[in-house]
T-cell receptor, first 113, second 113 residues
Framework: SQTIHQWPATLVQPVGSPLSLECTVE??????LYWYRQAAGRGLQLLFY??????ISSEVPQNLSASRPQDRQFILSSKKLLLSDSGFYLC????????????FGEGSWLTVV | AQSVTQLDSHVSVSEGTPVLLRCNYS??????LFWYVQHPNKGLQLLLK??????LVKGINGFEAEFKKSETSFHLTKPSAHMSDAAEYFC???????????FGTGTLLAVQP
């Protein structure tokens, strides 16, 4: 069966520090991978999605970047965090074919202080 | 381009009365549409999905939604609300070769006793 793991679950980082959130998927190959952010009082905003290794599409201009070094690994990064980067980050995957269900990781709570 | 609009950020109903959560979409493709629910401090759960089959889709917990292409709508309904339905609900649209999923901003459903 397929599983998705995301870590760390929570972190508190000072403004200006770097960030790295990691996500891995097991039990499938060639998944579409996503990073979403859910800010307080707002919906889920798509940050990045990837249809293959090294292929990253950015949805909104921001202080973050994403990388996909391996087929089932998706990393969210920042060189210098801003207060506005605080929020709940979700990694997700879909099988790639149209209409399939999306599967979410456990999520990561980021507080920038 | 795809987008989804949830017309109400908050909906309050009395227990036992009908629920209507509204969603309108825009898509250049034949869309797939989903409703997800997120209970407090829990992950996202799929309620139902439309993928170009029957336009009236039945989901879990007594919810259903009707795809109306002429109105570009996918409203979520339930005949009788239960206290346990109190949660945040997200309408999601996807389509195209990449199966990118776009979330609405969410509707917070409150159920009064």
């Amino acid at each position: 069966s397929q599983t998705i793991h995301q870590w760390p679950a929570t972190l508190v980082q000072p403004v200006g520090s770097p960030l790295s959130l990691e996500c891995t998927v097991e039990g499938t190959s060639n998944p579409n991978l996503y990073w979403y952010r859910q800010a307080a009082g707002r919906g889920l905003q798509l940050l990045f999605y990837s249809v293959g290794i090294g292929q990253i599409s950015s949805e909104v201009p921001q202080n973050l970047s994403a990388s996909r070094p391996q087929d089932r690994q998706f990393i969210l990064s920042s060189k210098k965090l801003l207060l506005s980067d605080s929020g709940f980050y979700l990694c997700a995957w879909t099988p790639g074919a149209s209409g399939n269900t999306i599967y979410f990781g456990e999520g990561s709570w980021l507080t920038v202080v | 381009a795809q987008s989804v609009t949830q017309l109400d950020s908050h909906v309050s109903v009395s227990e036992g009365t009908p629920v209507l959560l509204r969603c309108n979409y825009s898509s250049s493709y034949s869309p797939s549409l989903f409703w997800y629910v997120q209970h407090p401090n829990k992950g996202l759960q799929l309620l139902l999905k439309y993928t170009s089959a029957a336009t009236l889709v039945k989901g879990i917990n007594g919810f259903e939604a009707e795809f109306k292409k002429s109105e570009t709508s996918f409203h979520l309904t339930k005949p009788s609300a239960h206290m346990s339905d109190a949660a945040e609900y997200f309408c999601v649209v996807s389509g195209g070769a990449t199966n990118k999923l776009i979330f609405g901003t969410g509707t917070l459903l409150a159920v009064q006793p």
